[in-house]
Nanobody, 127 residues
């Protein structure tokens, strides 16, 4: 069982930046593909970005050029750097881990491709 814990959410003004972190207690994440999802009020959970075990990345179109998914060198923490934030980015952001070994784009298929989830962290973009 992998327990994921997200942190780094908060309130930010439009155009601002936040960095979300995701860590698994007591273990590395090197053997998992990682993903970030988000869910806004009244909407379904949607894919944001994925990072494969080999380091490949994939992003949904509406965050390309603004968000970056990465992993630290110790492969303990996965990050989502979010720049140029917009009010429509407001959502609860979830970190997820997958046991499968596929390219990063595969995981854009959705939440069913992931095996473990964090509890979520709120991101609010507002003036």
């Amino acid at each position: 069982q992998v327990q994921l814990v997200e942190s780094g959410g908060g309130l930010v003004q439009p155009g601002g930046s936040l960095r979300l972190s995701c860590a698994a207690s007591g273990r590395t994440l090197s053997s998992y593909a990682m993903g970030w999802f988000r869910q806004a009020p009244g909407k379904e959970r949607e894919f944001v970005a994925a990072l494969s075990q080999s380091g490949g990345t994939y992003y949904v179109d509406f965050v390309k050029g603004r968000f970056t998914i990465s992993r630290d060198s110790a492969k303990i923490t996965v990050y989502l750097q979010m720049n140029s934030l917009k009010p429509e980015d407001t959502a609860v952001y979830y970190c997820a881990a997958a046991r499968g070994y596929y390219g990063a784009s595969y995981y854009s298929r959705g939440a069913d491709e992931f095996d473990y989830w964090g509890q979520g962290t709120q991101v609010t973009v507002s003036a």
